[in-house]
């Protein structure tokens, strides 16, 4: 008999068992994290400027910052390890997952070489003061510069066995890794201290050091998850031909685009601080930003444990909606954002030792920035298939001349604290604003097609 129909159960709106275990857990772990790092940070920055100078300590935030321009270094492959390890039901013996591995390893090692080369040019043709501004200090700036991307782009290659470990839902084991960064970098400068090596030129090279010990890390737990699947994959490397990759631009191209103009518009507040002002306006930024930062990357750690919640609920065509959760993220954030507000005079005072003070537009500024940040994870997360991807470009290069004219007209109207205002607007327009508006669509369109009635044939 024919004609007859019947309704396919298709994906229904659910919670998967351990969303909010994962988030907290991973949130708990970057608080500690941080709080240790925050007070080894704490300590490691009042004596740059106590034992180095104002200078030193601003120089040190600017290079020390400068992979925050360059998220686009592993060009967009991040979003396509993530989802393959996060989308597959046995990572450690898909043979998917061992070629996207594959493919990532060999795009990073050759963006990674091309980022020395840059090193190596930019401080031959002697162009770093042109581009860092008047906060690189004469004499040993320029060469401190030159060796730290050279670090950053060595170590780039390694940065696998974060990405590997976030798609295995181990966001909590990648962030945890985090706490040997802020003692190597206390003992470095105290060695320099002890030693009264002339090093203020060169302190931010520690972090870069730091940050490759990290990785290294990172990359023995990952290797160990996930074996045999990265030891196979490092042999294969230099046999291109009877091991290929797989697909990767549908994903890192977007992914790409993105990380080439957020940096842009997101990080060069500093530069902008450095080209147009003088005095003490990029120590206060750089201070307001290292307070900040302690939970801009606490909701950060939070927020990124989402990608493979998504990524697998996708897979197992499943509905997960991230607007709850985007309520959630943003009253935490403003609730951290207020709480350190309170707090910021007497810890800025105790790090600068009284040198440095934070004037209201600045740290309001950050209060809004940090709620907005927060704010934007959970749908931002939601959006990691290639269409997801594919349409937040557009905003976010419309967010680049933007965010770049309001910081530059701010910065002349309230100084420090222009930037990240600007920041904050550039972010509600640019990025919450339109991908709460994909979501909600996308959510409607999903639900519509999973109740459509199907014909079925019965005999």
């Known amino acids: 008999m024919r004609g007859r129909t019947s309704r396919q159960r298709g994906p229904v709106d659910s919670q998967p068992r351990g969303l909010l275990s994962i988030v907290g857990s991973t949130a708990m772990i970057k608080v500690l994290v941080m709080g240790v790092s925050g007070l080894l940070g704490i300590m490691t920055s009042r004596l740059i400027i106590v034992e180095f100078g104002t200078d030193a300590y601003a120089q040190y935030g600017l290079l020390a910052t400068m992979p925050n321009l360059l998220p686009f270094a592993d060009l967009g492959i991040a979003a396509v390890v993530i989802n393959a390890v996060a989308g597959s039901k046995s990572p450690n013996t898909d043979d998917y997952v ?64 974060q990405r590997i470990l976030v798609g295995m839902q181990r966001t909590g084991t990648q962030v945890l890794s985090q706490i040997v960064v802020a003692p ?64 990767a631009s549908h994903l890192a191209l977007p992914m790409l685009f993105q990380m080439i103009a957020l940096p842009v518009a997101m990080q060069t507040d500093r530069l902008l601080l450095s080209h147009l002002t003088t005095g003490d306006q990029l120590a206060q930024y750089n201070l307001g930003s290292q307070l900040y930062g302690i939970v ?4 950060a750690a939070a927020g990124i444990a989402l990608w493979p919640i998504y990524a697998k609920a996708r897979s197992d065509s499943r509905i997960e909606s991230p607007l709850k959760p985007t309520l959630w993220f943003t009253a935490g954030g403003l609730a951290l954002g207020a709480a350190l507000a309170i707090l910021s005079p007497f810890v ?56 770049l004219g309001l910081s530059w007209w701010l910065i002349h109207l309230i100084g420090a604290g222009g930037p990240i205002i600007g920041s904050a ?35």
Not at 101 to 116: D, W
Not at 349 to 368: E, H, P, R, T, Y
Not at 428 to 437: D, F
Request: proline share 6%; glycine share 8%.
């Open 184 to 247: 190597i970098i206390l003992l470095a400068v105290l060695i320099s201290i002890a030693m009264a090596a002339p090093a203020g030129s060169f302190l931010a090279i520690f972090s870069y050091i730091a940050s490759a010990v990290n990785s290294i890390v990172c990359l023995f737990i990952a290797a160990r998850l996930i074996s045999p699947q990265l030891k196979l994959a490092f042999r294969a490397i230099p046999r291109v031909k009877k091991f290929p990759g797989v697909k």
């Open 98 to 161: 061992r070629r996207a591995i594959l493919t990532a390893l060999r795009i990073l090692m050759v963006s990674g070489l091309i980022f020395v080369a840059i090193s190596v040019a930019l401080y031959a043709l002697g162009w770093w003061p042109t581009i860092l501004g008047n906060g690189l200090m004469p004499g040993g700036g320029a060469l401190a510069a030159s060796v730290c991307l050279a670090i950053f782009g060595l170590a780039l290659p390694l940065s696998i066995g």
């Open 348 to 403: 800025v005072d105790f790090i600068s030792g009284g040198k440095i003070q934070l004037d209201g537009w600045l740290i309001a500024g950050f209060v809004v920035f940090v709620g907005l940040q927060a704010a934007k994870y959970p749908v931002g997360m939601y959006m990691t298939d290639h269409v997801g991807l594919r349409f937040q470009t557009i905003p976010i290069f419309i967010m680049v001349p933007l965010n």
């Open 425 to 459: 607007i550039s972010v509600a327009v640019c990025q919450l604003g339109p991908n709460i508006w994909y979501v909600r669509r996308d959510l409607r369109k999903r639900r519509m097609e999973s109740s459509t009635p199907v014909m079925a044939e019965n005999p």
């Open 296 to 299: 801009i990357q606490t909701i």
